[in-house]
């Protein structure tokens, strides 16, 4: 059984924050790995400004290399856009894995507002990661108020495929300030180096044009 930690995200770009959560949610909860779901497209986010997802997906690649991380856009593949329909495409695709949703704090604040998402977190555990400034409004958040009676307490992390879902953990990691926001103000252009690669799914061997 292979254990795998899903963290969805525009990755617009990916940055050493994300690099750090995974591998700190890899060790606290006994990943062999984490995918990288990097997204055609945030339903709530606007297009505008979101780099091309071949570029996207080629820095991904490049800030996961040399650790247990995948950057895939399998969501192109499984013509999927809403995480609820993603997961359970995965786990159809994949039935011998064990999948945990990982998501940063600031994403919990905002959950409510995914489509089912619920659902979501009845079809497999929940991880979140503490995110500076965010955990204070995760903690207060609509989905809280429902989710908080299935949290379960960190020291059980390493046992999350025994879980009854819903099932949430919120994992304490140092607080980690790097976000893309701020990378794309230092430069709205990161993405122009990548603009003649070609990429390759890791998942899925197609290229992702
Ligand atoms: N520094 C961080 N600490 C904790 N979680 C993080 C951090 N950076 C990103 N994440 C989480 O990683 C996932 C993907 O994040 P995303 O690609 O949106 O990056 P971001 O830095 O949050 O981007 P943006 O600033 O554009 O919103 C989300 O679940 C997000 O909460
Ligand atoms: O399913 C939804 O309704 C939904 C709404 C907003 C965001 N998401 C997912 O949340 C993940 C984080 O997105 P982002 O843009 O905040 O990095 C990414 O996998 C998105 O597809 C999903």
């Given at each position: 059984?292979?254990?795998?930690?899903?963290?969805?995200?525009?990755?617009?770009?990916?940055?050493?924050?994300?690099?750090?959560?995974?591998?700190?949610?890899?060790?606290?909860?006994?990943?062999?790995?984490?995918?990288?779901?990097?997204?055609p497209?945030?339903?709530?986010?606007?297009?505008?400004?979101?780099?091309?997802?071949?570029?996207?997906?080629?820095?991904?690649?490049?800030?996961?290399?040399?650790?247990?991380?995948?950057?895939?856009?399998?969501e192109r593949?499984l013509?999927t856009?809403?995480?609820?329909?993603t997961?359970?495409?995965?786990?159809?695709?994949?039935?011998?894995?064990?999948?945990?949703?990982?998501?940063?704090?600031?994403?919990?604040?905002?959950?409510?507002?995914?489509?089912?998402?619920?659902?979501?977190?009845?079809?497999?555990?929940?991880?979140?990661?503490?995110?500076?400034?965010?955990?204070?409004?995760?903690?207060?958040?609509?989905?809280?108020?429902?989710?908080?009676?299935?949290?379960?307490?960190?020291?059980?992390?390493?046992?999350?495929?025994?879980?009854?879902?819903?099932?949430?953990?919120?994992?304490?990691?140092?607080?980690?300030?790097?976000?893309?926001?701020?990378?794309?103000?230092?430069?709205?252009?990161?993405?122009?180096?990548?603009?003649?690669?070609?990429?390759?799914?890791?998942?899925?061997?197609?290229?992702?044009?």
């Amino acid at each position: 059984m292979t254990r795998i930690g899903l963290l969805g995200g525009s990755f617009n770009p990916a940055h050493g924050g994300h690099r750090a959560i995974s591998l700190f949610a890899a060790k606290a909860l006994g990943l062999d790995e984490v995918w990288w779901l990097v997204s055609p497209g945030n339903p709530l986010k606007p297009a505008r400004g979101m780099a091309p997802l071949p570029a996207r997906l080629a820095h991904a690649r490049k800030i996961a290399r040399r650790a247990p991380i995948r950057a895939t856009a399998i969501e192109r593949d499984l013509r999927t856009r809403y995480t609820v329909d993603t997961l359970k495409a995965l786990t159809r695709r994949y039935p011998r894995h064990r999948f945990i949703w990982l998501m940063g704090a600031d994403n919990l604040a905002q959950f409510s507002q995914w489509r089912d998402w619920r659902g979501i977190a009845r079809h497999m555990p929940i991880a979140v990661i503490a995110r500076p400034g965010y955990d204070a409004g995760a903690r207060g958040s609509v989905a809280m108020s429902w989710l908080r009676r299935f949290v379960r307490p960190a020291r059980q992390s390493a046992d999350w495929t025994n879980w009854r879902v819903p099932a949430l953990v919120l994992l304490r990691f140092r607080p980690d300030p790097r976000s893309a926001t701020l990378l794309r103000q230092a430069d709205p252009l990161w993405h122009r180096e990548y603009e003649a690669t070609r990429v390759r799914d890791p998942l899925t061997r197609r290229y992702i044009v």
